[in-house]
């Protein structure tokens, strides 16, 4: 199958075979004077510049999207002086007696195209730079919380196995931990495949939210002793894929483990769901526990959305909630409630029911 990047580069390429033949083979030759060789000159120029264009796309790393979004501007480029002369000599002919239209025809064109290529070639190249930028920063962070992540469940579990080793007593609440550090673990593996999808992801569709958010909250009322409760708008449709279940899970997981965590007799998290309102055309997806709210640290890391050695979260949870809702496009913000707890606040882009009725 003919992807959308083979055919940005096939017309790319075949553009500008069909201009330097063109201007090569007579059917626009010059008519001797200097301005029209000068036209044929420029046009010759554009020509080799779509015919370049199109062999290095075909030799980069550029995807499908980029690649047709670059023929697109060229296009444009072509099209609008193309139409703009087809106006002038429509309803004003005049205006070419004077001069050498061919020459202005082929220099306004050519330019138009240059101009075209170049612009679309800039700006997707710049976009590709800032999403290996992203990608290696994205990469550089799990790296570095996953091996503290590992090392410190290794460190936990293997000071409980030596506790038994050594044939003393060991503390009754040794095999919840070593189970606790190893479903930790199965987490990490999950988060590590999570960051494979998300690499690869292009598409998104609309799905429902609400359904969503009550199934996951059911799961983790069977499986932890917590409270959830849920207040959220009917049918509230959002633009992603599945990525957005661990979206979910995760900021569920995060409110459980920080809601547990002042051994507050009754524990409990509030998950909020807001359909797009007014002008706002987001989804608002709130998460609330009452544990003892996030440190000024991890506060400031998140809000920042950077990460350094000296400076860095505890865990991979809500940076892969972050990476997941920054591909939809959405937002995620942290901070701590007034009086206690803390409070995850994300935005997705909103899509409508319709559209989800359509959806494959």
Not at 106 to 119: K, N, P, Q, T
Not at 162 to 167: E, I, K, M, S, V
Request: charge should be negative; include cysteine; charged fraction near 20%.
């Amino acid at each position: 199958m003919v992807s959308k990047g083979d055919l940005g580069v096939g017309y790319l390429v075949a553009v500008g075979v069909v201009l330097c033949g063109l201007f090569s083979t007579g059917l626009v030759a010059p008519n001797g004077n200097s301005r029209s060789i000068l036209g044929v000159s420029i046009g010759i120029m554009v020509a080799g510049s779509f015919l370049a264009t199109g062999v290095g796309l075909a030799r980069s790393t550029l995807d499908d999207e980029r690649v047709w979004r670059v023929a697109g501007w060229s296009t444009l480029g072509l099209g609008l002086p193309t139409l703009l002369v087809i106006l002038v000599v429509a309803l004003a002919p005049e205006w070419f007696r004077a001069i050498e239209w061919r020459t202005v025809v082929m220099v306004d064109i050519a330019a138009g195209g240059i101009v075209g290529v170049l612009v679309g070639s800039i700006l997707e190249l710049r976009a590709e730079h800032e999403r290996t930028r992203t990608l290696n920063q994205r990469n550089t962070v799990f790296l570095r919380l996953f091996r503290h992540d590992i090392r410190t469940s290794l460190n936990l579990i293997r000071g409980h196995l030596d506790l038994a080793a050594d044939g003393g007593q060991t503390p009754l609440s040794s095999g919840d931990v070593i189970r606790d550090q190893l479903a930790h673990i199965e987490r990490l593996s999950e988060a590590a495949n999570h960051l494979d999808d998300l690499e690869s992801m292009t598409q998104t569709e609309p799905i429902d939210l609400t359904s969503l958010v009550r199934d996951r909250a059911a799961e983790v009322r069977r499986t932890d002793d917590v409270t959830v409760d849920t207040d959220v708008d009917p049918e509230t449709y959002v633009r992603a894929n599945e990525l957005l279940s661990p979206v979910v899970d995760n900021l569920l997981r995060n409110a459980v483990d920080h809601g547990c965590a002042n051994e507050r007799p009754d524990p409990n998290i509030e998950v909020t769901v807001r359909d797009a309102t007014g002008r706002r055309d987001d989804v608002t997806l709130r998460v609330r526990d009452y544990g003892p709210g996030f440190g000024d640290a991890e506060l400031a890391v998140h809000n920042g959305a950077t990460e350094t050695a000296l400076q860095h979260s505890d865990g991979v949870g809500l940076w892969l909630v972050r990476w997941i809702v920054d591909a939809y496009d959405g937002t995620v913000s942290i901070a701590n409630a007034e009086r206690e707890g803390a409070v995850v606040t994300v935005m997705l882009p909103a899509a409508s029911a319709v559209s989800a009725g359509e959806a494959p």
